[in-house]
């Protein structure tokens, strides 16, 4: 009654947060992190997903966290006959020589007592134009580096944006899940 914005237990997606931890447990992530200024509890779970590669939402009144990861099985297929015609587009981000190459995550690190900047960049990178990013709750430097790979990879690898309208069928697939499309373009 005291913890989770005064939600029950039926608001709460407590299978899915059960199998995260697992996730997590294995990982060896956690969340060691004190909150000692006035925040919203929103963004203080959005915190506390995020050292896990997490992130939470809302969907039907109930809180539901995912996990960024790899995901084999489609959910949802999305063509042009439930594409709602014209809105389909494919955005490219190309990389240019203010591109980052590398992530400096900034934790507060236990080992040391102290804070610290952990530098990850995938093999390839110069790592001389590195992204200053901090991990609120993270102190543990193989943890961070892990984190800072994950982010230099997505910068490098995640520059297709698809997006598209669609009707009903949009409330099929929840954040997280993998959609495949077919489209002519």
């Not at 040391?112 to 134009?129: D, F, K, Q």
């Not at 910068?155 to 959609?179: A, C, H, K, Q, W």
Request: no cysteine.
């Amino acid at each position: 009654a005291d913890y989770g914005a005064r939600l029950g237990d039926d608001r709460l997606d407590l299978p899915a947060l059960l199998a995260l931890d697992a996730v997590w447990a294995a990982r060896g992530d956690r969340f060691d992190g004190r909150f000692d200024s006035a925040t919203t509890w929103w963004e203080a779970v959005r915190q506390i997903a995020l050292a896990g590669r997490a992130q939470p939402f809302l969907q039907g009144g109930r809180l539901r966290v995912v996990r960024d990861g790899p995901v084999s099985t489609p959910v949802m297929l999305f063509s042009e006959r439930n594409i709602v015609s014209g809105s389909f587009a494919i955005d490219f981000t190309l990389p240019s020589e203010a591109t980052a190459d590398a992530v400096d995550v900034g934790i507060f690190d236990a080992g040391i007592w102290a804070p610290r900047r952990i530098r990850a960049a995938l093999p390839g990178s110069t790592a001389e134009r590195p992204v200053k990013t901090d991990l609120f709750g993270v102190t543990g430097a193989d943890h961070a580096l892990r984190e800072g790979l994950y982010q230099a990879a997505a910068n490098r690898y995640r520059r297709e944006v698809v997006s598209f309208e669609t009707e009903m069928e949009g409330y099929i697939p929840s954040i997280g899940d993998l959609i495949a499309i077919q489209h002519s373009m």
